[in-house]
């Protein structure tokens, strides 16, 4: 199975495993480094470079974070908060240029 599909597996159990999101929250660290720990601890043969490839902004760590947050205050689902994330990065990567559109830069 290829990395980026361990990165989604692993999103995806974050959404289902309360425990998982309480250690993915601060003090975790907001970075790629902070959530790989976590995945590593979880049994995925992931590393921060996989899964900045698979988000790929360093803000996704400390919205996520905010996200898990709303998630566990029952505010928004995170898998909703999660597929929007790949709704905006796909419509960047279609056009990176206009600011028209929903961006990265409006999402944050």
Known sequence: MSRRNDVIRFFQQVCD?????????????????GFARIAQASGYSIDGADIDNYVRFVQFYGECQQAIARHQDGQ?????WLND???HLKRFEENPLDDRH???KRFL
């Open 102 to 104: 929903d961006t990265i």
């Open 17 to 33: 495993d309360p425990a998982l999101q309480d250690q993915l929250k601060p003090p975790c660290e907001a970075t790629r480094h």
């Open 76 to 80: 928004e689902p995170l898998a909703r």
């Open 85 to 87: 994330w790949q709704k």
